[in-house]
């Protein structure tokens, strides 16, 4: 049962078959899934959604396949925590926590887009998956098509983590380091894309994919009881996430599944690399690419292939944009540890960081609800933290040695 009409240029409106394909031949535009809303207002209701299984195909509808889904059946449906402890901290009055740090089977929100791209590849007949990542896609990627038995190749800038090479390797793909940052593994790939019959799920089957974070946006809207937060603060790498999680609670408001959307959204990106974030401070609607530099490495894309359109989300919804340097992202990564049990790689070092800041300048109110987006685990990133934080007191074995080393700590 398919409820997708088609694809849409983004920029003239043209329309196209469901193919393997991201861009419009007449204006270059970027291509996107086209539903039948009307369709889909007479099925899915709150109560039925509420009526399925905790995962992101309980949106199914809302999601660019023809088949029943084939690919993370247990992806999504992550926890929305009421951050007391950080309330306090930051002296705010309603903060929740959406934690995709804990997503399955590879611990960042990624799992969503690559359920949807991989079950729609599959539908097209290929056989083999491909991605340019900057981690956490070449985890997910690496993960679920060990699962769905198909050939991969997945290309990585070679200067990433450990945590997110050995993430990827352990689940034996062919994994291509590339001598480069992530935009020239991009080009590359783009060039093997346009040379092999490969799914390369952020290339030719983008349109598909990138659907997949608007489960992220409908997550939050419905584990807030049915209604949209005041103030969202989102990562930004290619700036494909934010644009989503907006035009979740938009279809979320065209079936009646919640009211409105006074919703304002936030860009976070770190200092290091912050294209979109300066576009939105200046005032302007053109991305200029910069070559990254910054811990926060899975948001390291110095020319977003959806910045102008992140822009124009933040624009849209009366929010901003701020970014912080490494230093702060390793403050944050600490605080939502020792606040929340909450241990977020370096991109929720990024987020939270700059909904301090935001909400320090006085532009996130103290008194309205507040969601910060942490999309990815930390211990992936170990390195960014582990000269950093604290050291074990270490001892001999016996009550005495103990005793010892608990006083020498209290100063005692
Ligand atoms: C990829 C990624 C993002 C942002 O994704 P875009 O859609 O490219 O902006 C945010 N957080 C983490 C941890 C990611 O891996
Ligand atoms: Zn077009």
Redesign the pocket.
Known sequence: MSYVKGLKCRECGRAYPKDPIYVCEYCFGPLEVDYDYEWIKKILTRKEIESRPKNLWRYRELMPIDKDPTDGLNSGYTPLIRARNLEKVLGVKELYIKDDSVNHPTL???DRVVAVALSKAKEFGFKTVACAS????ANSVAAQSAIANLERYIFIPADLEKGKVIGTLIYDPNLVAVEGNYDQVNRLCSEVAAKYKWAFVNINIRPYY?EG?KTYGYEIAEQLGWKAPKHIVV????????T?IWKGLHEFKKLGLIDKVDTKIYAAQATGCAPIVTAIKEGSDIIKPIKPNTIAK??A?GN?A?GIY?VGTVKESGGFAEDVSDEEIVEAIKLLAKTEGVFT?T??GVTLGVTKKLIEQGKIPKNESIVVCI??NGLKTQEAVAEKIGKPLKIKPSLEAFEKAKNKRLGV
């Open positions: 960042s929100f990624k900057t981690g956490n896609l990138a974070s990562p930004c790498a290619g700036g494909s996430l934010i989503k899975s948001l894309i977003p959806d992140a790689e991109a929720g999309t990815g």
